[in-house]
């Protein structure tokens, strides 16, 4: 007894094409032909479709699983073991990006409670990059310090981020003259600009201990969308973001006590 292929395709819940892709690709061939040239499909032809389904819908290539349809010595043991190693490592980059996502929606959720209008007004050039917030969620999410700072950030007004910005702009321009007027970056002017940065952090955020606030600008230096948080682009210089690590950690070997803030 033969089958059409149309009758193929709704056994199988294939479309036609696909057969006739099969066909042409050497990997299921009909065993007949009817008087007018129709393909006839076997019953062993429906077993090693049903075979090549399967291996299909675990996302073995076409080639691959032509290899273990047309040689009876394939191991297809090994070829199923190296497939499940695969899609294993799948899974774990799914669940990573499952985790991202509900992140990335947590970010969106408590973040700063400005409409799109305010925070142009408010932060001009300065970027909030979701990528960048996302991944320090992800980092910092069992933090107490990361937790505390997030919902101080959500529970200020537009009037208390007008001034945090207004603060940091005038720190910027501090910090780049002590840098353009090539200050070492371990000296007074520079560490006490690292200092009042921590105060300013300690302030409106969250405590910021020296060895928390060491962490940040060892961020500032290794990520450019974290530094662009501090200093919009168009402000930034070729080695800024090093010279002001540096000065945070010689501020920090100055103060004898980590948690003291004056």
């Known amino acids: 007894m033969?089958?059409?292929?149309?009758?193929?395709?709704?056994?199988?819940?294939?479309?036609?094409?696909?057969?006739?892709?099969?066909?042409?690709?050497?990997?299921?061939?009909?065993?007949?032909?009817?008087?007018?040239?129709?393909?006839?499909?076997?019953?062993?032809?429906?077993?090693?479709?049903?075979?090549?389904?399967?291996?299909?819908?675990l996302g073995f290539p076409l080639d691959e699983i032509a290899t273990i349809l047309e040689d009876p010595q394939?191991?297809?043991?090994?070829h199923l073991r190296a497939r499940h190693h695969v899609l294993n490592d799948?899974?774990?980059?799914?669940?990573?990006?499952?985790?991202?996502?509900?992140?990335?929606?947590?970010?969106q959720q408590t973040g700063v409670k400005l409409t799109p209008e305010e925070r142009f007004e408010v932060f001009g050039?300065?970027?909030?990059?979701?990528?960048?917030?996302?991944?320090?969620?992800?980092?910092?999410?069992?933090?107490?310090?990361?937790?505390?700072?997030?919902?101080?950030?959500?529970?200020?007004?537009?009037e208390d981020w007008a001034q945090i910005m207004a603060e940091g702009?005038?720190?910027?321009?501090?910090?780049?003259?002590?840098f353009d007027a090539e200050e070492p970056a371990d000296r007074e002017r520079a560490m006490d600009l690292a200092e009042e940065h921590r105060r300013h952090i300690t302030r409106w955020f969250t405590p910021c201990?020296?060895?928390?606030?060491?962490?940040?600008?060892?961020?500032?230096?290794?990520d450019p969308r974290a530094f662009a948080l501090l200093v919009p682009p168009t402000e930034q210089r070729p080695g800024l973001a090093s010279y002001l690590r540096t000065a945070v950690h010689a501020n920090a070997v100055r103060q004898?006590?980590?948690?003291?803030?004056?």
């Open 2 to 57: 033969g089958y059409s292929v149309g009758q193929v395709s709704r056994f199988a819940g294939v479309t036609v094409r696909t057969l006739h892709h099969y066909d042409k690709a050497g990997l299921l061939s009909p065993s007949d032909r009817s008087p007018a040239g129709y393909r006839i499909y076997s019953d062993a032809d429906l077993a090693r479709l049903q075979q090549l389904l399967f291996y299909r819908e």
């Open 74 to 78: 394939a191991n297809a043991l090994d």
């Open 90 to 107: 799948q899974i774990i980059k799914l669940q990573r990006l499952v985790e991202v996502a509900e992140q990335a929606m947590e970010v």
């Open 125 to 158: 050039e300065v970027s909030f990059d979701l990528s960048y917030a996302t991944e320090a969620q992800l980092k910092w999410q069992h933090s107490e310090g990361h937790q505390r700072s997030m919902a101080r950030a959500a529970a200020h007004s537009k």
């Open 169 to 178: 702009a005038a720190w910027r321009r501090r910090l780049t003259a002590a």
């Open 209 to 222: 201990p020296t060895d928390m606030h060491g962490r940040i600008a060892d961020d500032f230096a290794a």
């Open 256 to 262: 004898s006590d980590p948690e003291r803030d004056g």
